[in-house]
């Protein structure tokens, strides 16, 4: 059952089109449009740089580039759980109205949130091109990385689609909880900074090492660490196929549950 | 309308004994069942116009969501023989931001249109619309009239296998509801839609459709030729109490 619900072919045309609609849909929502996907991870970054860097003194080298690797990499999971949470309780009127395999909705945010990601990407590169950093070969591990983040991402994703329909403050309690995990992730600070008893257990979060990983490629000149990304693809694919079924199981109730 | 002549086809949509229940909360952890459909069996044939009668409150816009596949039956069996059942809505998914043109994509793919069928049936979209130049303005500078015959054209022209229209909330404006209604009616005429018509205005229904069925308390109360059904319907009006009688007078 959950193969052939996870078959979206016939759905194509619909994802393609809905995600690039959702996409321009926000940019024109406000005055300076698309800046604003580049302009908030500036803001971000100057403000984490002046209290961390500045005021704090807990910078660490290149800490421009440092924080904008950070942010950008764990904003893509950050956003894009969020979206796919809300997708289909976000969209209860259209559920209502049309029958629709609800595996669409999330995999339609998930799209949304990597054009927002592709978008922001020219910022990403050329803030390592100011401080000097030069593509080498360990760049290529790049898309590697971004593979097992976006299937974390959807693991995370689905299952919390699936279940916000029926439990609405699950996405009150999942940004609370994606914004103490910026905070855990080593996104301002170096995971190595920490006491060693703790660290231990740093690197448990899986976006730790992401974002770890993303620094290695990008600033480190490193190749990052095969078994830990193998750990967290597997682990990934696991909670990807809870999520489809979960939501293979769920999808005709959906209707019913999100009536008013 | 069926051609008596003509071998008789299976039925398009078929429900027997169907029933739909919602889970009613009474407090943070009971829940009562609560049954909108309790036993509903009916078939519609392509080509059909089915009316569907009944008061306020006894299940027809539930029955629209399920013949919609928006909602599973939980007991009882629907069988369905179409490709495409559409329920005609003012706006479906529409995205306020983007223009008029770029929600007839969004809306036509919502009803399982390809970008080709839709793009071939663009300008009929429009024309049928009478959103003319406004067509390439954000949706958010509509009126609601101009929102509601954006959804209607979209659901009309995309000529779904059934067409589901609830009267209530799927008919937008007076003046354009008389072009939704001919536009109906000619496809009903031309055997070229089958469409089940919910409402409890029973002229409506009488002037539109050609088979009704009489639902009553989630049960069919009658299934037949228009004109018995609603002739019963209304003789029942007239004999129940007063709130009963104030629902089909209405409108």
């Given at each position: 059952m959950t193969a052939g619900y996870a078959n979206l072919l016939p759905y194509r045309q619909l994802i393609l089109y809905k995600a690039w609609c959702d996409f321009r849909a926000e940019a024109e929502r406000t005055l300076l449009g698309p800046l604003w996907w580049i302009l908030d991870p500036l803001i971000s970054m100057a403000i984490y740089y002046l209290v961390f860097?500045?005021?704090?003194?807990?910078g660490t080298e290149d800490f421009v580039p440092f924080l904008i690797v950070g942010i950008l990499g764990y904003r893509l999971f950050e956003g894009s759980v969020r979206r796919m949470g809300n997708s289909i309780y976000g969209a209860r009127s259209l559920c209502d109205q049309v029958a629709l395999r609800k595996l669409v909705l999330p995999v339609t945010s998930l799209l949304t949130s990597l054009y927002e990601f592709a978008f922001k990407l020219p910022l990403l590169f050329g803030v390592l091109a100011l401080w000097g950093f030069r593509a080498d070969?360990?760049?290529?591990a790049l898309p590697a990385v971004l593979a097992v983040e976006v299937l974390l991402t959807c693991a995370v994703g689905l299952v919390l689609a699936a279940l916000v329909p029926f439990v609405p403050d699950l996405a009150n309690a999942a940004t609370y909880a994606l914004r103490v995990g910026f905070f855990l992730s080593g996104v301002m600070y170096s995971?190595?900074?920490?006491p060693a008893g703790v660290q231990r257990w740093f690197w448990l979060n899986p976006m730790s090492q992401l974002v770890h990983a993303q620094r290695q490629a990008l600033m480190y000149g490193q190749w990052p660490e095969a078994p830990v990304l193998v750990w967290i693809a597997a682990a990934s694919a696991l909670g990807l196929l809870l999520g489809i079924w979960l939501l293979a199981r769920c999808d005709g109730l959906y209707a019913k549950r999100m009536m008013r | 309308m069926s051609d008596p002549e003509a071998p008789a086809a299976p039925p398009i949509l078929s429900l027997r004994n169907v029933g739909v229940s919602y889970w009613r909360r009474r407090g943070l952890l009971s829940r009562r069942r609560h049954w909108a459909l309790h036993n509903v069996s009916f078939d519609l044939h392509r080509g059909d116009c089915l009316g569907v009668v009944g008061?306020?409150?006894?299940?027809k816009s539930t029955l629209l969501r399920l013949l919609a596949g928006v909602m599973l039956p939980d007991k009882g069996t629907l069988v369905r023989r179409a490709n495409r059942v559409t329920l005609l809505t003012?706006?479906?998914?529409?995205?306020?931001?983007?223009?008029g043109r770029e929600n007839i994509v969004l809306g036509g793919l919502f009803l399982g249109l390809s970008r080709r069928e839709i793009e071939a049936r663009a300008q009929s979209i429009i024309d049928f619309s009478e959103l003319a130049e406004a067509i390439?303005?954000?949706?958010?500078?509509?009126s609601s009239g101009m929102k509601a015959r954006l959804g209607l054209a979209v659901a009309l022209q995309a000529e779904p296998d059934v067409l589901l229209v609830d009267e209530v909330t799927g008919v937008g404006d007076r003046q354009f509801r008389k072009k939704s209604f001919a536009a109906m009616r000619e496809r009903i005429r031309a055997r070229s839609s089958t469409v089940v018509f919910v409402s409890h205005n029973a002229s409506h229904v009488r002037r539109l459709c050609n088979r009704a069925v009489w639902i009553e308390g989630g049960v069919t109360r009658m299934e037949g030729e228009v004109g018995e059904v609603v002739d019963a319907y209304e003789a029942w009006v007239d004999e129940s109490p007063k709130p009963a009688a104030r629902d089909v007078r209405a409108a």
């Open positions: 860097g500045v005021f704090l003194k807990r070969v360990h760049y290529a995971g190595e900074s920490l | 008061r306020n409150g006894v299940g003012l706006r479906l998914g529409f995205l306020e931001y983007l223009s390439d303005e954000p949706v958010v500078t509509y």
